[in-house]
């Protein structure tokens, strides 16, 4: 039995598991028989063409976890940006960790998606904002139809939160192979700021497959921050499918900090539903080994006056590949857009492949479109100037890759999350770059 | 200090260097000119160490050391700076800690621990008064968007950070204003010593009026075709190349 049929067939027994009285039956019913139609995607699909699947999907994975694993906070820590006050919604195999979270309902709600999807009190935002931007693919929709858990955060207007919500699933190895299918749902009301990190993290050399959906919605005047940090394990590969709505004059940035994992796929889209709205992509792809990084990114220009900015960079080490997919849709109606677009990427080898394909389809006709995607090596003539001045090869080569890619981070906001990251390049980059990042 | 014999180099199979003999010993000053073309560029890389030039002949004695095999990181650790024509612009990484890497790397090398903070501080802030550099060009990405003259005072500057024994001017003097000329050239006469030496390359006797060399080399189609003392330089000026190559029958 393949792993789609192993699915299928395990709905019913999924159903037993959670609430069939409530209207998001309806809505997980219907997903499985789209994902029993659709299936996974192949490379026969020209968003998936660089990108297969098979080698995961070959895993005898679990569905359901037999039995959630313990942690202690001190053994996971360095997982959390923990020099930082924050909320945490931590899960161990797929199950809620309320030992290692800090939930709240203190005029915010950052807790859980099985609460928000069985508790009337949650019943209204559900039916308004659940399962309304995620697109009908097979694997979203089969995120759908196995949804239960996941995080739930709503911000009602005029707030600004503080603190940043940190997101957390960790996998610890207590099946032989297990599939999770995390769900998300943000909903931000008018006015309101928020940051979320967002990190998947195996503790196991047993595969693991990570199939997640978030939607965010960010009305009026929001403002929505959003970091993924991706350092996996060799064992772990992860689909993200993010879905991200603005309302008018919101602003929502998500960075994407790709420096491990198997195989790594990110799908994230924007729907611009209002006038002078900001959209920001960013993201830094670090990799080697075997790893295969893609970015598949969405913009959809709807109406007027609205902004978009992406700035990937890569650098792709040993037989590491990475794909960059960004697609910009500019509406009849959304003149003035202005969309910026650029993938830049370095080949450290000369097994590393990159494919990227910046693709506009624009049907306004007053708009500013850019995009830029160049594929190169390091500077001759700039390592000579470096190493002219003492500082060894291997060293130079890490301080022309850390300054290709650092301005990336000047976006970020948190500066916890900046210091970490600039570490964990030093780290991937394998220099002691000699000073203070 | 520095005895280069009978040195020959070529890049892409390219023949430039044809038997460069040239001595420098502690506390001179040599100033190499010559025409455009003529090799002046090629023998500052060669000394530096820059792999594209193949050295086909000859030996680079450095304080009795053949340096010829090492690589570029090496020679520096030795005491070899080049003042680049064109200094490369490294976005993302700021002066100061490019100066910090490059100064800890150098110590790490000879087998120190890295400076304490405090006293790189007080170095940079030593060596930038030196240079009239503000503090806040120390904080700006190295070379990105400097004007002509920021670039070499910067140039001048890591050469006061990192007190080479062997300095090498590349055209310092091009793209200097009379202010910044008399800046830049301040500074190398102010790190002079009997112990170290320089070599000043340059197209235009201006730059020698202000840092006064021992000894003029000219250097001809990849040869020293004439050596002497700085009455050379005034003679180039005034007479242009041309004698030179009719004297050796070029």
């Keep these: ?437 | 200090m520095l005895k280069i014999n009978n040195l020959h180099a070529s890049v892409e199979d390219k023949a430039i260097l044809k038997g460069i003999n040239l001595e420098v010993k502690p506390g001179e000053v040599h100033a190499i000119m010559g025409p455009n073309g003529s090799g002046k560029s090629t023998l500052a890389s060669v000394i530096a160490g820059k792999e594209e030039y193949e050295v086909e002949e000859g030996e680079i004695i450095l304080n009795g050391e053949d340096i010829e095999e090492l690589s570029a990181e090496e020679r520096a650790h030795k005491g070899v700076f080049l003042s680049f024509q064109y200094p490369v612009e490294i976005p993302g990484v700021t002066v100061t800690n490019f100066m910090k890497t490059a100064i800890n790397e150098t110590r790490k090398a000879k087998g120190l621990e890295d400076m304490p903070a405090n006293e790189m501080l007080k170095l940079i802030r030593e060596k930038s008064e030196l240079l009239e550099i503000d503090r806040k060009f120390l904080s700006r990405s190295l070379n990105e968007g400097f004007s002509g003259g920021e670039k070499k005072r910067n140039e001048i500057f890591q050469m006061a950070m990192l007190e080479p024994k062997l300095a090498i001017l590349d055209e310092t003097d091009s793209g200097l204003d009379i202010d910044a000329l008399r800046i830049v050239a301040n500074g190398v006469n102010k790190l002079k010593s009997k112990d170290n030496a320089t070599i000043v390359i340059t197209h235009y006797q201006r730059l020698l009026d202000y840092i006064v060399p021992d000894y003029v080399h000219v250097l001809y189609n990849g040869r020293i075709v004439k050596s002497g003392t700085k009455e050379l330089a005034h003679e180039l000026e005034a007479k242009g190349y041309d004698w030179i190559k009719e004297e050796i029958g070029a």
Excluded at chain 1, 157 to 172: A, C, D, G, L, M
Excluded at chain 1, 331 to 342: G, I, L, P, R
């Design chain 1, 1 to 437: 039995m393949d792993l789609k049929e192993k699915l299928v067939s395990s709905f019913m027994a999924f159903e037993n598991t959670v609430n069939v009285d409530s209207s998001v039956h309806d809505i997980r019913v219907d997903a499985i028989k789209n994902f029993e139609a659709v299936g996974f995607p192949t490379k026969k699909q020209e968003a998936w063409k660089y990108t297969s699947l098979n080698s995961v999907l070959k895993n005898d994975f679990s569905v359901f976890p037999k039995e959630t694993g313990a942690l202690d906070y001190k053994d996971v820590k360095q997982y959390f940006i923990h020099d930082i006050d924050s909320y945490k919604i931590i899960f161990i195999d797929g199950k809620y960790s309320s030992h290692l979270s800090a939930t709240t309902h203190d005029g915010i709600d950052v807790c859980l998606m099985s609460a928000a999807l069985n508790k009337p009190k949650y019943k209204l935002v559900i039916d308004n904002y659940f399962n309304k931007i995620a697109t009908k693919d097979g694997l979203s929709s089969l995120n759908t139809a196995f949804s239960a858990e996941g995080a739930y955060i709503h911000i009602p207007k005029n707030k600004v939160v503080e603190k940043p919500i940190q997101i957390i699933h960790f996998s610890t190895g207590n099946e032989a192979a297990l599939m999770l299918q995390p769900r998300n749902l943000i909903v931000v009301g008018e006015n309101s700021h928020v940051q979320i990190i967002e990190r998947h993290q195996s503790l196991t050399d047993n595969p693991t497959l990570t199939n997640s959906v978030t939607e965010i919605f960010a009305n009026k005047r929001a403002i929505v921050d959003y970091y993924k940090i991706q350092n996996d394990k060799q064992s772990a590969s992860l689909i993200d499918n993010t879905f991200i709505n603005q309302k008018q004059e919101s602003i929502a940035k998500v960075h994407t900090f790709s420096f491990g994992g198997k195989l790594t796929r990110n799908n994230l889209n924007f729907y611009q539903n209002g006038e002078r709205i900001d959209s920001t992509m960013k993201g830094i792809t670090i990799i080697g080994d075997k790893q295969h990084v893609d970015h598949n990114t969405l913009v959809h220009h709807i109406e007027p006056n609205c902004e978009s900015h992406q700035d990937y960079k890569g650098i792709f080490d040993a037989n590491s590949t990475g794909v960059f997919n960004g697609k910009v849709v500019v509406e009849k109606e959304a003149q003035k857009t202005n969309a910026f677009q650029a993938n830049n990427n370095i080949l450290v080898s000369d097994k590393a492949t990159i494919n990227t394909k910046p693709q506009l389809e624009i049907f306004a006709d007053d708009v500013k479109c850019s995009h830029g995607c160049t594929i190169g090596q390091l500077d001759e003539s700039a390592m000579f100037y470096l190493r002219s001045r003492g500082i060894p090869e291997k060293e130079a080569r890490g301080l022309l890759m850390y300054a290709f890619s650092n301005n990336v981070l000047d976006s970020v906001t948190i500066p916890e999350i900046k210091s970490r990251i600039t570490k964990l390049i030093a780290q991937k980059l394998g220099v002691n770059i000699g000073f203070d990042l």
